[in-house]
Structure formats: structure tokens, C-alpha cells
């Protein structure tokens, strides 16, 4: 099974910014739904945005105003544009992509952002 693949983690202060990358072979077709979820230690996993392939998009209420999800459908890419952000968001971020083949998952990215 092909997996996507994600990058631009890593470790930011109080009030910074970070852009997620998600990217899946092109010879394959995703028609649904992109979605980032996260998943802090001792939490179980979350959704944090979601969007359509008509770019309709559904954010958790935590981020709304400072995250901004976006994809390029010929490039099979989601991104997650996080702005402001704070320790609260410090977890693992999956990108999930939904086709007719069915669903798959990253391996993740360490988000950790400092006080």
C-alpha cells in the first residue's frame, strides 16, 4: 500500500509558525477527503482540519483562525499552515487521505512548540 508522506515538523517557540506538507504517489488518484489529525502523548488521536477535493474545509474549534488547511489535487499535497501557535499544539500530526482505493495514513510529524 502507498503511504503518504509528511514533513515540516519540528520545534517552534510560543507564537511561531510552521507549514505541514503530505504527499502521496501521483499515480494514484485521491478524490476525497484530505485531513491532518494529531495525536498527543497519554490523548487519543484528534481531528484538526479537514478538505474536500472542491476545497470545502471543516477546522476543530482549538484552531480556527490560526491553522489553514489547502490542497493541490494534481500534486496529490495537503498542507497545514499553522500560524500562533502554542504549547497546547505540541503533538504528532498525520495526514489522512480518502479515495475509492480506500484510506491511508503518514507516519507522522513531531510538532513541539515551546513556551
Known amino acids: 500500500q502507498v503511504q503518504p508522506v509528511e514533513s515540516g515538523g519540528g520545534l517552534v517557540q510560543a507564537g511561531g509558525s510552521l507549514r505541514l506538507s503530505c504527499t502521496i504517489s501521483k499515480r494514484i488518484a485521491v478524490t476525497g477527503v484530505m485531513a491532518w489529525y494529531r495525536q498527543a502523548p497519554e490523548n487519543e488521536r484528534e481531528l484538526v482540519a479537514s478538505?474536500?477535493?472542491?476545497?470545502?474545509?471543516k477546522y476543530q474549534d482549538s484552531v480556527k483562525g490560526r491553522f489553514t488547511i489547502s490542497r493541490v489535487n494534481a500534486m496529490n499535497t495537503v498542507y497545514l499552515q499553522m500560524n500562533n501557535l502554542k504549547p497546547e499544539d505540541t503533538a504528532v500530526y498525520y495526514c489522512n487521505m480518502v479515495s475509492a482505493w480506500g484510506t491511508a495514513w503518514g507516519q507522522g510529524t513531531q510538532v513541539t512548540v515551546s513556551s
Open positions: 478538505i474536500t477535493s472542491a476545497g470545502s474545509t
